[in-house]
């Protein structure tokens, strides 16, 4: 029987994790990857990569757990698993604190992280500009590891990578019988979608091996995130803001907020800058839609739009895709190529 021929576009977290899902599930399928950028050079490496999230205004709050959910229990296997050094994840403890009191003191993932809580009077003496907090232990995922890891992971169960630009979807639809879009920004331009919009993030890597558990503020703006060999200071989240330069005032501004939080870090040396454009959206889009190439119809599954939860919740959003291509080849198998 011949194999069903799938292209999965783009290669940060969330198009390797559904690359991933899609190749070692569905056996009748043969997955290709295309992208133009591959790591270390996707957006995805200089993510932070700490699992917790926000919640999208238009998504069913349960389908926002299963999402957070099916991806910390990946990720927490592989912590607990002797590939957890080589995947780049492990579990890592720190708070969230808040300078004022947030409506919502228990968000919708906090039954899926580790030992949550609400932190105590004594604890936020640390913090003496916030009036709230939380801590708990989740899971930090350096995709400098994980990526490579995936994509190892992906052509172990058969899959095809090729470095290029897709520059149409029609044009794909003539050479596949499923495309899966994970282009993040891209769809902007690829799948005409004019919701998708940059969210520029500008991040530090400092020397700062002294610190072990993270702190961020519940504004999202100011973070220490420890890592494996540094520690990731931040951020900016600029919207529209296509800027790919650093931003020395930037940089600067972030030292500062996050010195006030940590004093010690006066002391750290800056290793190293970064800058990336998260894919905004007011919602993620995970659905299903349908081609017309030489008189087939091509099931097209998107998969983007996570702005800066893509991490968070890529495991999730993955097996969602695999649903909706699993969902079209029971449906309807794809119709031969003439």
Request: glycine share 10%; proline share 5%.
């Amino acid at each position: 029987m011949k194999r069903v021929k799938v292209l999965v576009i783009g290669a940060g977290v969330v198009g390797l994790s559904t690359a991933v899902c899609i190749a070692e599930t569905l056996v009748c399928c043969s997955v290709t990857i295309i992208a133009e950028k591959f790591s270390p050079d996707t957006t995805s490496d200089g993510a932070a990569g700490i699992l917790f999230a926000s919640e999208f205004p238009d998504v069913p709050l349960g389908r926002q757990q299963r999402w957070f959910k099916e991806t910390i229990d990946h990720l927490l296997a592989i912590a607990h698993s002797p590939h957890a050094s080589d995947a780049g994840v492990f579990l890592c403890s720190g708070c969230q604190i808040f300078k004022e009191v947030p409506c919502d003191k228990k968000p919708f993932w906090s039954d899926f992280v580790l030992g949550f809580r609400n932190m105590t009077h004594q604890e936020m003496k640390r913090f003496p500009d916030h009036k709230f907090g939380q801590t708990f232990t989740t899971i930090k995922c350096e995709c400098v590891r994980y990526l490579p890891w995936l994509e190892k992971r992906f052509r172990e169960a058969g899959g095809q990578i090729r470095c290029e630009k897709i520059t149409g979807l029609q044009k794909a639809a003539q050479m596949y019988d499923v495309i899966v879009n994970c282009s993040g920004l891209g769809s902007r331009l690829l799948a005409k979608d004019e919701e998708v919009y940059p969210i520029r993030g500008q991040i530090l890597k400092v020397d700062a091996p002294w610190l072990k558990n993270f702190i961020r503020d519940g504004d999202g703006k100011t973070y220490i995130y420890p890592g494996m060999g540094y520690v990731t200071l931040g951020g900016t989240r600029q919207a529209d803001d296509w800027r790919l330069e650093v931003d020395e005032e930037d940089g600067d501004g972030i030292m500062e907020r996050c010195s006030q939080l940590e004093p010690s870090l006066r002391k750290a040396q800056v290793i190293g800058r970064w800058v990336g454009l998260r894919p905004g959206r007011t919602n993620p889009r995970v659905e299903r839609e349908y081609l017309y190439a030489e008189g087939r119809r091509v099931p097209l599954v998107h998969n983007y739009g996570h702005g800066g939860w893509g991490i968070t919740l890529s495991w999730g959003t993955a097996l969602d895709a695999l649903d909706l291509v699993r969902q079209s080849l029971f449906e309807k198998p794809p119709q031969a190529r003439l």
